[in-house]
């Protein structure tokens, strides 16, 4: 695909994909109960979508309190526009999207992400006064947009001094950090990428790939971006694609560190075969990125590949290998379809390829940190396998640790009929069952998203065939460990729910636990134009277990389901912050150490890691004693917190009282000799313990005395007074410094001249 296509393919993309007024109906189960509401409504002309039509593509919650939508609708002049809705917990509220009218006309909203019901950010293009397309971020505050020219050719001093620029992405870490990235069109006329920061008050533009002097990746002229994400606000990357000086396609990763952008290559993979063509990329860290594609090996056939790239360096290898026969793909083919990161050292890639027979299977392909290892999915090897006779494919991978993951498909059993199924990773094994084949609804069931907690409990939502009206409908199914228990929604029984056109289908699934969830889908109303829904599912019985990292980097224990009441263990942690150690898990008035037990009551526990600082200043050395033997005086002492830091102990010397400066310096050993000493002053010691944050002094030793020994005869004579010897004092330099040294016969300590 050439370059301006592939660009044109991903705008158009977005512009088709980017809550409320009533609630419809519900249904209750066992395992929880289902609310059916419209979002971007019409009815009564009142709401959005005065066009007719409407959908709901995306979903997104944070708690049962908080979710946010969007998706698309018609205003009465039937032009599309995107919309966001927000869930406060029993209702949904609409607002449609900024399309730039304060900058200026015929504006295109591209895509929307929030942070919360007070922070969204939309970007795309309008028309200036000249007609030219310019690039445009609108910030919402809750209540208001407020719109901003990106990619800015104000005076000619921006960026896109060739008159047109569009933004196609946007990925917001904080409401003080988002990235929106998008092309603009140089003075040489050719397009270019670019990332426009937000740091809550200002937008900030920067080229990547830069062809700037051609010294940058797109010498061939024009280079664009496919995506954009930020998984924190110190790290976000944008990927895309860009011409060579020979005109050929590469791609291109760059990433931001909060303050500089970096932009290198892709691996093209040449160690392996030629042509190669990535399907997905991500980044864990700016130390851990991943990309997944096929390349040409020696026979024309595509094989699947992954390249990590370690901060520095991509190192490409081969997955589902058919080397020698002895790999997965003996049938010559294979592609990869996704690849996720929860730690530093685990990725999972999913993919599809050919046995020895010809047949479609799947596969999963883990990441170590050094090595990847390739498991065959509901295989159709041997008796037992799920797909003993045709095709199986890959939907959905998700990993929250190195220890779960799980994946979804579809199988076709030996009767030629297509089933879901879902896979789970323990760490080392693939395991694989049916999911819900939902026999009391209908037939053909297909699984548009599923969200698991552990192999006890998944939610999936999709859609399914009705042959008895030929219609297709919306259904959930929630899985308690060993049975599925499915669910029609937007429920068109007796024509009171809300698809009483007759069809419904589902789009996103988003679950804060095992206790909530919410679907995104559309339906046909009487009319036959197509509506936004979303269902909500709620466990009252349940309280939800949480964790968060707060700034550790690592996997993050997995939320769950609970009953009110009952006795938890606390998680254990591999969460790792530089300058910090693990101190346990605060509910927010007690920190728990992992392992110990925990009531849960009747509402949410959220378990916050507490971060204790690893490095500081050290503690004063105790204990300090010092000794006479032949003249030799001997200092020991025990020392106090090293402040998690390189700490050297420094003995200071005294006499009656007055600093004589340092005379011993020691790390490992806590003892310290010290001769040729003052033969009649009082000695003292302290002992400082100092390292890179800081220092902190002993309180004095013992006082210590060196006299000459002498006899004392005992006679009838009173004895002749004693003269006292001539005390002198001497000026010792060390350095800029000076200091007085005063005794019988004084000398300069040590490290000081005379």
Not at 182 to 201: C, E, I, L, P
Request: charged share 10%; aromatic share 12%; with cysteine.
């Amino acid at each position: 695909m050439s370059l301006l296509k592939r660009f044109s393919a991903v705008l158009s993309a977005v512009l088709l994909a980017t809550t409320l007024q009533g609630v419809v109906g519900g249904v209750a189960g066992a395992t929880g109960s289902f609310t059916d509401y419209e979002i971007a409504n019409n009815s009564s002309n009142t709401g959005l979508n005065q066009g007719g039509n409407a959908a709901a593509q995306n979903v997104t919650c944070t708690s049962t309190t908080f979710c946010w939508a969007s998706g698309q609708y018609t205003d009465s002049s039937n032009t599309p526009n995107l919309y966001v809705s927000f869930f406060n917990g029993s209702t949904w509220t609409d607002y449609p999207v900024s399309k730039a009218q304060s900058l200026g006309t015929n504006g295109i909203a591209n895509n929307v992400t929030c942070t919360s019901a007070s922070f969204c950010v939309v970007v795309g293009q309008y028309l200036d006064s000249s007609g030219h397309l310019q690039s445009y971020a609108s910030v919402f505050d809750g209540s208001t947009w407020t719109d901003y020219e990106i990619a800015d050719n104000s005076s000619n001093t921006g960026l896109n001094q060739g008159n047109s620029s569009a933004a196609t992405n946007i990925s917001c870490a904080s409401d003080n950090l988002c990235v929106a990235a998008g092309t603009y069109k140089s003075n040489s006329s050719s397009y270019q990428s670019y990332a426009s920061v937000f740091d809550g008050s200002t937008w900030t533009d920067y080229e990547i790939a830069d062809n700037s002097s051609n010294t940058g990746l797109n010498q061939g002229g024009n280079s664009f971006p496919d995506n954009v994400q930020c998984p924190s606000v110190t790290f976000c990357y944008v990927y895309g694609a860009y011409t060579n000086t020979s005109h050929s396609v590469f791609d291109y990763l760059s990433t931001f560190d909060g303050h500089t952008w970096s932009t290198i290559p892709f691996s093209d993979v040449s160690s392996l075969g030629q042509f190669a063509s990535f399907r997905y990329a991500t980044c864990y860290s700016i130390d851990l990125c991943v990309v997944a594609g096929t390349y040409n090996d020696q026979f024309n056939a595509a094989q699947s590949y992954a390249s990590v790239f370690d901060g520095s360096t991509w190192t490409d290898y081969e997955i589902a290998d058919n080397s020698s026969n002895t790999g997965l793909n003996q049938g010559g083919s294979s592609e990869p379809m996704q690849v996720v990161c929860s730690a530093i050292n685990f990725c999972s890639i999913d993919g599809q390829y050919m046995n020895q027979g010809g047949v479609l299977q799947s596969y999963a392909s883990v990441f170590n940190g050094s090595t990847w290892t390739d498991y065959a999915i509901a295989n159709n090897i041997g008796s037992s396998g799920l797909s003993q006779s045709l095709v199986n494919f890959v939907n959905q991978l998700t990993c929250t640790s190195s220890t779960f993951c799980y994946l979804t498909g579809s199988y076709i059993d030996s009767q030629n009929v297509a089933h879901p199924y879902i896979s789970f990773f323990d760490g080392s094994t693939w395991t694989s069952d049916d999911a819900s084949d939902i026999p009391s609804l209908g037939v053909n069931p297909s699984v548009s998203q599923a969200f698991c907690t552990s192999t006890s409990f998944c939610f999936e939502a999709g859609s399914y065939f009705v042959p008895s009206n030929n219609s297709i409908q919306s259904y959930a199914s929630v899985f308690n460990g060993s049975t599925w228990t499915d669910y029609e929604i937007a429920d068109n029984s007796s024509n009171t729910g809300l698809n009483r056109g007759g069809q419904s289908t589902t789009y996103e699934v988003s679950c804060t636990s095992a206790s909530f969830c919410a679907i995104a889908g559309g339906y046909t109303d009487t009319l036959g134009y197509q509506q936004a829904f979303i269902t909500t599912y709620q466990n009252a019985s349940n309280v939800n277990v949480l964790y968060r990292s707060a700034g550790g980097i690592g996997a993050t224990p997995a939320s769950s389901s609970v009953t009110q009441g009952s006795t938890i263990t606390i998680a254990a942690s591999s969460l790792v912050n530089l300058g910090f150690s693990f101190g346990g898990w605060s509910d927010g008035t007690t920190v728990y150490q992992p392992g110990s037990s925990y009531v849960v009551g009747s509402s949410d526990v959220i378990f916050t890691a507490d971060w204790i600082p690893a490095f500081g200043p050290p503690t004063a050395p105790t204990d300090v004693v010092a000794s006479i033997s032949n003249g030799v005086a001997t200092v020991s002492f025990r020392p106090g917190s090293r402040g998690g830091l390189p700490t050297v102990d420094i003995i200071n010397l005294f006499y009656n009282d007055m600093p004589q400066g340092h005379i011993c310096t020691t790390d490992v050993i806590y003892s310290c000799t010290v001769a040729g000493l003052d033969l009649q002053s009082d000695v003292t010691f302290t002992v400082t313990a100092e390292n890179a944050l800081g220092s902190a002094t002993s309180i004095p030793s013992n006082t210590v005395t060196i006299a000459q020994p002498h006899t004392v005869t005992t006679t009838t004579v009173p004895a002749s007074p004693r003269t006292p010897k001539k005390m002198k004092v001497i000026s010792c330099k060390k350095g800029k410094l000076t200091k007085k040294v005063r005794g019988s016969a004084p000398v300069c300590p040590r490290g000081w001249k005379k």
